[in-house]
């Protein structure tokens, strides 16, 4: 659209929204401020009943195309004021068709891939009658401890942010009056991935420094990209919860960022500002919220009860609940709801029925997968291989394959790794075995949620014992062993914080067992977050990391395990050795007894404190160089550019992905940086010899940073040290200096 049609439009919009403000009753306008949770363990009043009178602006944890239209109906036609309602829900990594969990999709350091499965996502979900995906979730998290580290982006700023803006034009394409996207959600502002001790909720303490360097710019990079809505994170944030954090809704995001469209709170989040003691009651809380201006208040029901009682006692003016509701109504209109609120019910079936959806998914797992060992090149396997053994208890399973967020009435059906092997060798004989199971010491209430998920009993000792005696049975009979480990779909997500980063249960037990056998081994870990696998990491000669790869999981790992694709994803986030090693992360500062001292790995007396696989690392079945690092100049003034561009040539016999990683290093300042920090990449596909240039630029935008001595934006003048390569620990090394 041209700038001028859209200024015309955006104030047509507005003319719309203050029309219908002047005709609403300020308990209306409270009710535009209201989410209603339609599941069973929501709180509040009927669904129904809420929004005949007006008391509901959007609709959660809802599945149901048809009952959509239905409460849609009531809202448009038996509301006072005919307002169409949003229909929203955690379409987090697909809908129908489900993609590698956003984790993975990171690991592929292609952005292309979170635009293209978002885009799908966006399409199965609004043909189902959504209008709102509470995603991409944009947590920076240093800490595998914490369940979520599986939704977002893993532990770097500048590649979350390029998944960030990749998955907001997935989800919400350029106009939000597309009928085939969704409303965008950025979650959860902010800092939810630094939870102490890695535990799920738990407070956050950030330096104002970490926070702008670290955790805001994903969240930065989704508001230049137009992200239409934000949700705030649970927890306190240095001792204020997000929910009614002023400083950091209204400051940061209104004022410095210029952020238009709105805010919701978590789940009952207004609410449980009482309940983390923040606020006196629910009056307070409601208060907290709208102060800080926190639009939506997500089901409890806080505003509900409170915001138009304070308007009439003076605490709050009806211009103030105006300006919250203000953002909702003109994205109602934007999307072009009032004209056409309903969905067509015959719709989703043809939709999910496009083959490109799963090719989509499969070519988005495969991209996904880091290969993070291959030992004389073991790997591919041969396709004549006759007696193949599938081993593990996530080897035919469809929920850990979908991987986490597949609730509310979603039906699994991912192709499993056993099933892609079948798939892949026809004439091989595939037998397998679970080995013994695998399950939460203690269970997660999200089970409660999902379809199909009885929790079985446990296995007793005997039964395990048989399981684990009949694994090694099948091992023994195959000529080449297939060990599927890793965890199940629930181990990683909401409330599912880990102490260990081990696989759990007796999966390493069993790996040795099967490995003592002789025979060739591969290990395939299917897990939502980096798992110290430090005895694989040496005595398995083949391991991929395939994540939780969505429906084609199975077939994308099979094309690779006998090379119908080669892998080229790259770790997002580092593997430590231990779980008590977290907070682990490449771009720390400098000690003063640095890798090179005889302090340093000594820190710890049990164990070396560096990681299994550095942030970045990844392999090929081809192999790559790196050559001619060169700058365009060898100095540069304060705010102007440089370009950086480095020849990656495929070294190997077959074709081949590589990602050209550009790391910088400012070697004094103001204040102390990051020892390294990537600041550019680049997936690229090459042919056997072929050789490419990659060419990076660095500017104003790479070498400003958030300053604590200075409490402000500054680009120092100072020495830059620069390194590209395959992985954060690249060597190919170049200087740069910035001058006053
Ligand atoms: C709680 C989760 O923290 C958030 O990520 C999710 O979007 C909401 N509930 C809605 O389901």
């Not at 307002?83 to 590698?100: K, M, S, W």
């Not at 398995?540 to 994803?569: H, K, M, R």
């Not at 392999?619 to 990656?648: C, M, P, Q, R």
């Not at 104003?700 to 992985?727: M, R």
Request: charged share 25%; glycine share 8%; aromatic share 8%.
């Amino acid at each position: 659209m041209s700038k001028a049609k859209d200024s015309e439009k955006q104030k047509q919009v507005a003319g719309k929204v203050e029309a219908l403000l002047k005709k609403m009753s300020l308990e209306e306008k409270v009710g535009q401020l209201n989410q209603v949770g339609g599941a069973e363990f929501a709180p509040g009043p009927k669904a129904e009943d809420q929004i005949r009178k007006g008391g509901a602006g959007s609709v959660l944890w809802l599945n149901d195309t048809k009952k959509f239209n239905e409460l849609q109906k009531i809202a448009m036609e038996e509301s006072p004021s005919g307002i169409p309602l949003l229909f929203a829900l955690d379409v987090i990594h697909g809908y129908r068709t489900i993609f590698p969990v956003p984790l993975a999709m990171a690991a592929s350091w292609d952005p292309n891939v979170p635009e293209k499965t978002q885009t799908i996502a966006a399409k199965e979900a609004r043909a189902a009658g959504l209008h709102w995906t509470f995603g991409p979730m944009l947590d920076i998290c240093r800490d595998p401890r914490w369940g979520r580290i599986v939704e977002g982006a893993g532990e770097d700023p500048y590649l979350g942010s390029a998944m960030a803006v990749a998955q907001v034009r997935g989800f919400q394409g350029d106009d939000l009056s597309d009928a085939e996207r969704v409303l965008a959600c950025a979650k959860h502002f902010a800092g939810y991935g630094y939870s102490d001790g890695g535990r799920d909720y738990d407070p956050v303490y950030l330096s104002e420094s970490q926070l702008r360097n670290i955790v805001l710019p994903p969240f930065k990079a989704a508001t230049d990209a137009g992200v239409a809505t934000f949700m705030s994170a649970y927890m306190d944030l240095n001792d204020v919860p997000a929910t009614g954090n002023r400083w950091l809704l209204r400051q940061v995001l209104r004022e410095e960022w210029g952020f238009e469209g709105f805010l919701v709170s978590d789940a009952f989040a207004v609410g449980n500002m009482v309940v983390q003691h923040h606020a006196k009651d629910g009056r307070e809380a409601a208060l907290r919220g709208l102060n800080a201006g926190m639009n939506m208040d997500m089901s409890s029901y806080t505003y509900t009860e409170n915001a138009a009682k304070l308007v009439k006692e003076g605490a709050l003016t009806e211009a103030e609940i105006d300006e919250l509701v203000r953002p909702i109504l003109t994205i109602k209109f934007k999307m072009g709801l009032f004209e056409k609120p309903y969905v067509d019910e015959t719709l989703l079936e043809k939709v999910i029925a496009l083959p490109e959806h799963r090719t989509a998914s499969r070519w988005a797992a495969q991209r996904s997968m880091v290969l993070l060992r291959n030992e004389g090149g073991l790997l591919p396997l041969s396709k004549d291989i006759k007696k193949v053994a599938v081993i593990g208890p996530v080897a035919d399973s469809m929920q850990a394959t979908e991987g986490s967020w597949m609730v509310f009435g979603h039906t699994p059906a991912a192709v499993t790794v056993l099933e892609g092997v079948r798939a892949k060798l026809p004439n091989a004989e595939v037998t397998y075995a679970s080995g013994p199971e695998i399950r939460r010491d203690i269970p997660s209430w999200f089970e409660s949620l999902m379809a199909g998920q009885e929790r079985k009993p446990e296995q007793t000792p005997a039964e395990s014992e048989a399981a684990f005696q009949s694994a090694l049975e099948v091992a023994k009979a195959a000529d080449q062993i297939i060990m599927v480990l890793g965890e199940t779909d629930i181990m990683a997500g909401e409330a599912a914080s880990r102490a260990s980063l081990d696989l759990p249960g007796r999966q390493e037990e069993l790996l040795k067992a099967v490995s003592a056998l002789g025979k060739p081994v591969v290990l395939v870990l299917l897990n939502g977050r980096p798992l110290s696998i430090n005895w694989a990491a040496e005595n398995i000669p083949a391991i991929l990391e395939a994540w939780e790869p969505g429906t084609e999981g199975g077939n994308a790992v099979a094309d690779i395990l006998f090379g119908d694709a080669n892998p080229g994803g790259k770790l997002p986030v580092t593997f430590p050795r231990k779980g008590s090693h977290a907070p682990l992360y490449y771009a720390r500062n400098m000690t003063h007894s640095p890798e090179s001292s005889p302090l340093y790995n000594p820190r710890y007396w049990d164990g070396l404190p560096v990681p299994l696989y550095p942030f970045g690392f990844g392999l090929s079945y081809t192999t790559f160089e790196f050559s001619n690092l060169k700058v365009s100049a060898e100095k540069i003034k304060v705010g102007a550019s440089l370009t950086v561009s480095v020849d990656v040539t495929n070294t190997g016999k077959v074709a081949g992905d590589e990602v050209a990683q550009l790391y910088i290093h400012q070697q004094y300042g103001t204040d102390t940086r990051p020892i390294r920090e990537l600041k550019g990449f680049e997936r690229i596909t090459l042919q056997p010899g072929e050789k490419k240039t990659v060419t990076f630029t660095l500017g104003a935008n790479e070498l400003t940073y958030w300053s604590s001595n200075a409490g402000k934006w500054i680009q120092d003048p100072a020495s830059f040290d620069l390194w590209a390569g395959s992985d954060s620990q690249a060597s190919l090394h170049a200087e740069f200096e910035v001058t006053a």
